[in-house]
């Protein structure tokens, strides 16, 4: 998707570390992070919304899931962690590709 700044991540045209990359998914660290470990989860295909789910979509959601409860050690997330999906505008969402936002590292505030 032309213009997104997570499909150019993907694409290794926006350089950012990879903390875990597989076919379907990268994890790299937020740039403005809102906790001690703040990380994104970027699944490659770009959609923006869970609205937009269908049979191919929930697989690579799935996955993601999966994979996140296999990455928590490696991402000293062991203590527990947050998990925030922004959608549209109410939600906050500022980059319009899906991803999952991975707060811990410390005891978090009460939303
Ligand atoms: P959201 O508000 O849920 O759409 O989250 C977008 C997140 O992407 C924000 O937390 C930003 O700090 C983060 N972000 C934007 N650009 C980059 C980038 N180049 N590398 C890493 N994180 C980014
Ligand atoms: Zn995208």
Redesign the pocket.
Known sequence: MENC??CK?VAGD?P?PRLYEDDKMIV???????AKL?Y?CIPKQHFALLSEMDEGRAEIVKHVFQTISTLEEQLGLQGGYRV???QGED??????HL?I?LLGGEKLSDF
């Open positions: 700044i997570f991540i926006i950012s790299i660290r937020d740039i403005e992070p809102k703040h994104l925030i999906i922004n939600g906050g969402q500022t980059v319009h991803h936002h």
